[in-house]
Structures are given as C-alpha cells and as structure tokens.
C-alpha cells in the first residue's frame, strides 16, 4: 500500500511511474520478462500496487477464509505498507 | 523518444481472447458515487461520503460483429492500452479491468456512413473491498 500523496507529476503516466518507480522495486518486477505492478486506487488515499492484477487484499467470496486478510501488514518508511502473503496454513 | 506525456489513441483493446481493433472511443471509469446528507435546517450537504463505487468500461468500435458476438453476462478481463502521443516507449498507460461482465452492444449505423457499435461492462470486485480497475504503464 502506498499512499497516493506519493504520486508525482502533472500527467496520468508521470503519475503511475512516480508509484512504480517505488513499488515495482519491492514487488521484484522484472519488466524485462514482461512483469509489471498494477496499480488499484483504494478508498482513504492508498494505492494497492500487486504484481498481478487479479490479487486482491482479502480471500474472495466464496473462499474458506471469505473476508480476511490475505496479508500481513508492516509499516515501512515513506508512509508505505507492505503486504506479505500469508500462509494458506496459517492461523485464521 | 521521449514520451511525450500526453495520450492518443486506444490499442490492444481485449476482453479475454476476443479481440477488438477499429476503436473510435473508449472509456474507463472508477465508478465512483457520493452519498449526501443534510438535516434540521441544513440549506446544504454537511456530509458527503463515498460510499459505493461501480467501475465500468466503455469501447466504440467499426467492428460490429466482433462486439455483437459477446454475450452479454460474459465476464472476463477487459486490457486496454492509451498510447502515447507519439508511440515513445514508456508512455503509454494500461488499463486492466479484471471480472468485467460484458452488459451490452449497441449498433447504428446511418446511411452513407460506417457503421459503429458501443459495447459497455460493468466489473465487480472479487472480495468487495479490490479496486477491480488497475493502471500500470508499458
């Protein structure tokens, strides 16, 4: 998650660089191999940067653990929070 | 080249496997609505609150069949690119609309002109909480 005070630049493309340049780097994009970060505008002023962009910040509907967390937060420097998938086995 | 931070022209337009070329017009949007509210002797809002967003994708296009062919209720992921304006790398902008349920087709078509198709999706979210619309760059 980055917080959309972290766009940068008075056109669209300047402005989604602006956030990969940050969070492509912490995904391990590798642009060479056609990889990219997708960016999702989030409600509050954050930005759910993935490296795919069918993820999703909960377990879908439908799924055993509809509506929780499918990552671990941790605050990070910049405002940033990173996101680590959890476990299929972790505890609920 | 430098990109020139400006963007013309919609390509590689998908939804799915099924391609769509001969694109006049294209939109996406977050869908965003806003919820007002006033009381006592409110003369205007004092709250307003985003409450619900419906993302949705709109694509014009000269090829009538391909667009007439989806059925409506098909739901895949709609990519559109915007180029830049003058094709420098790294200026264009990618548009993913994931668990887009293609809604309809409407053709016209007038005497003497081409003849046009406007194909339309609403998308919704897998877990309710994911921006279904996703932006990266080239």
Redesign the interface.
Known sequence: MIPEGRKA??????R??SI?DVAEPLLGVDRGRGE????????HGRL?VTRS?????????GHPRD?QERYLWTPAAGDLELGFLKSETDDA | MA?T???INWAGVTFGSTSISRVTSGVFS?GGKLLTFKGDVDLYNTVVA?VTNEPHAAFTTADVGTMMGIAPGTTN?LTATLN?AKGAT?????F?L?NAVFETAEAQAHHAQFGSVMGTWQAF?????????????V
């Open positions: 630049g008075s056109r669209m493309v300047d989604v660089s990969l990219r970060g997708y960016i999702r505008i989030q409600p759910f962009p069918a993820d999703t910040i909960l377990y879908p509907k509506g | 990109a931070r400006a963007n977050q985003n992921t830049d790294g200026g264009a902008v990618v993913t994931s979210s897998s877990d309710g909480v994911t921006n279904p619309l996703a932006i990266t760059r």
